[in-house]
Structures are given as C-alpha cells and as structure tokens.
C-alpha cells in the first residue's frame, strides 16, 4: 500500500516507542507528511506534520515537548518518536501526505499501529 505504518505497541505510562510509516506511489520528498491518530469512539486527529525538507515541523499542543517528527526522504520513511507517554495516547496512529493521499477522490490510509499505554 501507499503507507504502511509500524513500530506500535504496548508500553507503561511514561514509556516510548518510535513509529515508522514506509510511504510510495508518489513523490515522497516533494511533500509535507503528517501522523494522525484515532482514540475509539473519537474523530481522527491531527498530531504532527513535517515539512518536505524536513526544515519545520507543527504538533499539536498535546504532544508538544514529548513527540518528535522526522523524515528520512532516502528512505521514503517518515518517524514519531513518542516519550512520555500517557494512557490519552492510547490510539490507531496513521501517516499520511499534505495534501492527504487520494483514490478515486477517496481519502486513503493505510492499515494504522496500535499504540496502547496502560500499566
């Protein structure tokens, strides 16, 4: 598929992971890249985005100081590394590209990691 994200898990409150999306079918450098996430029984939600270069990154203020996102365009892999973490962060987190990825005029994305954060 377009992405296909990995490295979630199980982890303690206070613990950290590294997620990993693998993204192709476009022009991987030439766009911004974003993680998103969804807690059940709530909306997708924006978390962090990264710029093409990779020069400026945005977060939202929830995971501001504890998540850090970055690319590596050799590799068409887009990171989140995630410290601190708290039983709110539990959720199915996606990439995707700004402007999001489209089939048929469809949003797509791709299969999610699971991230759950409980003792």
């Known amino acids: 598929g377009q992405f296909v994200e990995s490295g979630g898990g199980l982890v303690q409150p206070g613990g950290s992971l590294r997620l990993s999306c693998s993204a192709s079918?476009?022009?991987?450098?030439?766009?911004?890249m974003s993680w998103y996430r969804q807690a059940p029984g709530r909306e997708r939600e924006l978390v962090a985005t990264?710029?093409?270069?990779?020069?400026?990154?945005l977060y939202t203020d929830s995971v501001k100081g504890r998540f850090t996102i970055s690319r590596d365009n050799a590799k068409k892999t887009v990171y989140l590394h995630m410290n601190s973490l708290t039983p709110e962060d539990t959720a199915v987190y996606y990439c995707?590209?700004?402007?999001?990825?489209?089939?048929?005029?469809?949003?797509?994305w791709g299969q999610g990691t699971q991230v759950t954060v409980s003792s």
């Open positions: 079918r476009f022009t991987f450098n030439t766009y911004a």
């Open positions: 990264i710029s093409s270069t990779g020069g400026y990154t």
């Open positions: 995707n590209r700004n402007p999001i990825y489209t089939i048929d005029r469809r949003p797509y």
